[in-house]
């Protein structure tokens, strides 16, 4: 059973651009055949909790004598990472909220980025999700193109490349909208054209995506 874990963390739950690429994304999944399975986590509508101790960064084995973590987060920690871990395919809706990711999608980075569970610690070769595709749709009110100075003001998408990437060991692509504001705010029309331009070409690469890791 292909498995897709959907998530999203747009605040906007009726013109969010994040949200309907990444539907887009699972339309074409679950077009693949009645095997493709897609569990979608909304990070918005149901949010976790900060982890309440830091000490939830580490398994058992790695925290220090005496620590005592609240034994339900780490039920729900365990129930991410399981959740995670079962999936072939990880999409992640990622809206630029002040030049980084969503709080409660950094929520769920804290709880799924564990040393030698998720990710590596010294010798332990802990990689579950390594190899795996994760699929980034990143959704930007202002521009961000390259060679213009804010081309680097975009923090969401290279820490999550870090994390899913690097640690984790995934193979990280991104889909990218820019300028979703411009048309509500009056753009010039060459900045609107680009808008949607950019739109629709996400939700074509989410289509396609979905079909050639499906
Ligand atoms: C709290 C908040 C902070 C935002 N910060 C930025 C920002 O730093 N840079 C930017 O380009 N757009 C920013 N925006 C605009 C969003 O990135 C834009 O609306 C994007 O389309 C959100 O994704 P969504 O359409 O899936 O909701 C912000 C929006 C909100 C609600």
Same mark, same amino acid.
């Given at each position: 059973m292909?498995t ?5 963390s747009s605040?906007?739950p009726?013109?969010?651009?994040s949200?309907?690429?990444t539907?887009? @994304?699972?339309d074409?999944?679950t077009?693949?055949g009645d095997?493709?399975?897609v569990?979608h986590r ?9 982890l309440?101790?830091?000490?939830l960064? @580490?398994?058992k084995q790695l925290?220090p004598?005496g620590?005592?973590?609240d034994p339900?987060?780490?039920?729900l920690?365990a129930e991410?990472?399981?959740e995670?871990t079962?999936?072939?395919?990880l999409?992640?809706?990622?809206p ?8 409660t999608l950094?929520a769920?980075?804290d709880?799924?980025?564990v040393?030698?569970v ?7 070769d ?5 190899g795996?595709?994760a ?8 521009t961000?193109d390259a060679g213009?100075p804010?081309? @680097?003001d975009?923090?969401?998408?290279p820490?999550l ?7 984790l060991g ?9 300028r979703t504001l411009?048309?509500?705010f009056?753009?010039p029309?060459?900045e609107?054209?680009?808008q ?6 996400a ?7 979905a079909?050639r890791?499906?």
């Amino acid at each position: 059973m292909p498995t897709l874990l959907r998530l999203d963390s747009s605040s906007d739950p009726t013109t969010s651009r994040s949200r309907a690429i990444t539907q887009a @994304f699972a339309d074409a999944w679950t077009a693949l055949g009645d095997d493709h399975v897609v569990v979608h986590r909304d990070l918005h509508r149901d949010q976790l909790p900060h982890l309440s101790h830091a000490d939830l960064h @580490f398994p058992k084995q790695l925290r220090p004598e005496g620590s005592v973590v609240d034994p339900a987060q780490e039920a729900l920690q365990a129930e991410i990472i399981a959740e995670l871990t079962a999936a072939d395919v990880l999409l992640v809706g990622v809206p630029l909220y002040n030049y980084s990711m969503a709080s409660t999608l950094k929520a769920w980075v804290d709880y799924i980025h564990v040393p030698a569970v998720t990710a590596p610690f010294g010798d332990l070769d802990t990689q579950p999700m390594r190899g795996k595709p994760a699929v980034l749709v990143s959704t930007r009110g202002a521009t961000y193109d390259a060679g213009t100075p804010t081309e @680097f003001d975009d923090h969401a998408i290279p820490a999550l490349s870090i994390i899913l990437g690097q640690a984790l060991g995934m193979s990280v692509e991104t889909i990218v909208a820019t300028r979703t504001l411009t048309e509500r705010f009056g753009g010039p029309s060459a900045e609107v054209a680009k808008q949607h331009a950019e739109f629709d070409a996400a939700l074509a690469a989410a289509a396609e995506a979905a079909t050639r890791l499906g």
